[in-house]
């Protein structure tokens, strides 16, 4: 994809912007769509929502509250599932004239929106854990074990399908409620097994408890994640003070104001800076070689430029406190 390279006016100062790929200011250092991860959705949501269906009712019939929690935990993750998956189709729309970018931070809203649902099956399942520590009930256990046994595979097999899409914050949030109810089906299997052992009924309500801190704890980072790409925070893994240091660094560089970084989506990320550069007779190939620095070192691939001589007229936007 490329577009032609932008010169506007802007207080005597030449603004270059560019969006290119080839031969011009500007080199991708990825591809705009996410991966494609649209069988490994379809595979997650049909195995996890039947094996919800399943839990449910395993759980009622044995009465246990722990395949009860995870039939909720697995419940919420097939919406998150179905919310990760439409992201990511949406953000292949192509942009309009109204929405310049298309919907790419759709995938960063459903990220959002996935790490909130797990915390408020949280919720649910400790205000019911806490109440069967005070009214504990039989629970049929060797149902609950076979239940939560293929709960295991089936969680695994299908965090395996999203292993390789660690770079895509939505894709991960996937990952990470797969891996945790395998995690968590495991822990219901034993917990089970001591159950038969012991005839010790609080141990159901304790388990429930313990799955809601494993949720708890999973979900956290990635809900810190989700909020600062939200509120356009530069993107984990990008020190700004770094790429600023970079710009600084290029030839003829005097100063770098005005500069931000923020992801257009889960796996895009754009910044805007402007650079006083006194001296500037190779201005083409200069952003063309900045350009593609920031793509490849910083994976910046949304990079736009503005270039100022210096002149007697300052730029509004130097002073550090200025956005």
């Known amino acids: 994809m490329a577009h032609d390279h932008h010169d506007h006016s802007h207080h005597d100062h030449d603004h270059h912007h560019d969006h ?14 996410p991966k494609d991860f649209g069988r490994a959705f379809a595979i997650g949501v049909a195995l996890n929502f039947g094996f919800v269906l399943a839990e449910v009712g395993a759980g009622l019939w044995s009465g246990s509250l722990a395949l009860l929690a995870d039939a909720g935990h697995n419940l919420s993750d097939v919406l998150s599932l179905l919310l990760a998956w439409g992201a990511t189709i949406l953000a292949r729309r192509a942009p309009s004239a109204r929405r310049t970018y298309g919907l790419r931070k759709v995938t960063i809203l459903a990220s959002l929106a996935n790490a909130v649902l797990l915390l408020v099956a949280v919720g649910v399942i400790g205000a019911e854990a806490v109440r069967r520590f005070a009214e504990p009930a039989d629970v049929a256990t060797l149902p609950v074990m076979i239940v939560a046994a293929i709960g295991v595979v089936i969680n695994t097999a299908t965090a395996l399908m999203f292993m390789r899409g660690h770079d895509d914050l939505n894709v991960r949030g996937a990952f990470l409620h797969m891996a ?56 984990k893994g990008i020190d700004v003070g770094e790429v600023r ?47 593609e620095g920031l793509a490849k070192r910083f994976n910046i691939g949304h990079c736009t430029l503005q270039v100022e001589m210096g002149g007697a007229e300052v730029c509004r936007l130097s002073p550090a406190e200025a956005v």
């Open 180 to 235: 945790s109810d395998a995690a968590v089906s495991l822990a219901v299997v034993v917990g089970a097994g001591v159950m038969a052992l012991t005839s010790l009924g609080w141990i159901d309500p304790a388990l429930s408890l313990g799955i809601a801190v494993v949720i708890v704890l999973g979900t956290w980072g990635l809900l810190k994640d989700s909020v600062n790409l939200a509120l356009d925070a530069a993107p």
């Open 245 to 291: 240091s970079w710009l600084t660094a290029l030839p003829g560089v005097t100063d770098v104001h005005d500069l931000h970084v923020w992801a257009m989506s889960t796996t895009e990320t754009a910044m805007t800076a402007h650079l006083t550069r006194p001296s500037n007779p190779d201005g083409d190939t200069f952003l063309h070689s900045a350009c």
């Open 20 to 33: 290119g790929a080839h031969g011009h200011a500007h080199d991708h250092g990825h591809s705009h769509a």
